[in-house]
């Protein structure tokens, strides 16, 4: 997850667009109820999971920042 | 005498440090992404289906409406809470015919809305849906979209999901740039979309308060809707950041929500995009003073009014400002204390040094597939030459080495007048920039422009090329020019990665 966004768990694939009959795509307000709940835990889940990895990489991008002024400082003043 | 220069000189080293300032306010901008997960909505979230119109203007769209249209319809969303609204505003081409045969094939889901004059602009055509939507009380919520975006099939639920908060007025998404296989100037736009909405918006949400809605992507509830007079501004060219302002000045919060995903095709060439960039700029000069009791002002109900926000906006607005004022101050520096001059340019390119590193290195990663598409942009995104300077001023040592190599392979011995030389070329580059990556623009359309447009850009930079657009705008605003509505061409040559 920390490397792909997660909504790339919903995209449109070209085979799904093709090949899955437009019926079959049809979702009820009923259905999307029951079902949908542990789809938007898991979501939530991904996503928290994925700007919190973005914290991380912040850091890292700091870190890379002061290493790169470091050496520069110390190789050539 | 010695006073008043010092005076001066005082004043010159201020404008140029002054150009720092938006360097820095990126920084901080960006290190503010990093916060954004102590600032999400999911808490007051769930998963929300209100009966959803999609509102579309259109004017001669044949090429893409009828692929919007059935890509709305395999949407991971209730059918029966969908209807598509699209207002053609006066087409003259094959749009009617394609959207009332979509209304056939989708009976119920797809209305056709005729404007019989067209040609008012985009604001115009959406009041003409608005009033007809707002005319029965079945819309819960509407979404306001352009024809020729694409949206993933689980977009729409993760934007509704923040409705279920009565305090959310408005979600929008977030925008990524389709075309493929692209050129040069889609991938600019596909890399500067990651700053300008990835970071920009997760930025602006952790200090609260949101600068623009995406044009191809507002979700408002009804609410928001009927509170902001049941109709989006005509007056300015800005219409998404006025219903933005709007929104949030009535209290009502807008959302952000990164990870429902629309994807958009954007212009291939620099006069498509001077032209939608000039419309957007304008706009936001217009934004500006229409707003101006906002800027700075603490508001009981809303974050408008932050200093964060309006840093964070007017460093931006201003950015070519900053540039002109330190690349001329600079140049004056230069003939009257050499030293000085060179002492304030470092310290401003070390501050330059350290934004793109920073910048650069952090929006790859924010969204690494788009980021694997576009690093070439991405690096070259100020400019060659001002590439090559901010590695002159991380390497000094080896680029000098570099350029003596050079020099003496080319037989030109350096001397102190040429570096000289090289140092007041680099101070004039800072502004001189925008100026050559207009030149891409006065080209691109000449002979030799499919050669020279792009080489112009990559040397000049793109972020100039913005900074020479904004510049224009000014003077656009400032002569009170026509503010018209130039529709940007779509080809519908998008295709939405798997």
Known sequence: ?77 | MTDLLLAVKSLLVAFVLLGAVPLLVANYQFLLVGLHFRRLHYDRCRPFFPRTAILIPAWNEEAVIGTSIDRLMLLDYPRERLRIYVVDDASTDATPDVVLAKAAQYPGNVTHLRRDKGGEGKAATLNHGLAEILADDWMQAILIMDSDVIYERSSLRRMTRHLADPGVGSVTAYIKEGSRPGNYMTRFIGYEYITAQAAARRSQEVLGVIACLAGGAQLHSRANVEAIGGRVDTTTLAEDTVTTFETQKGGRRVIFEPHATVWAEEPGSIVALWKQRLRWARGNVQVTRRFKSVWFRTQPNNRLGSFSFGLLWFCLLLLPVFMLAASGSLVILFFIDYQLAWTAFHILWLTNVVTYIFITSYTLVIDPAIGRHTWKEALLFPGLVNVAILVAAVLPGPVTWLGHELAAAAGVGVTPGWIRGIELFTYIWLSACMGVAFLGKVTESRRLGRFLGPLFVYVGGYGPLLCAITTAAYVKELRHAEATWDKTEKTGKMVVPT
């Open chain 1, 1 to 77: 997850m920390s490397e792909q966004q997660p909504a790339a768990a919903g995209q449109v694939t070209a085979e799904q667009v093709t090949v899955v009959p437009v019926a079959a795509q049809q979702v009820t307000a009923e259905q999307v109820t029951a079902e949908q709940a542990q789809v938007f835990a898991d979501e939530v889940g991904d996503a928290v999971r994925y700007e919190r990895g973005l914290a991380v990489k912040c850091l890292f991008c700091v870190l890379l920042v002061a290493v790169i002024l470091a050496l520069r400082v110390y190789f050539f003043g």
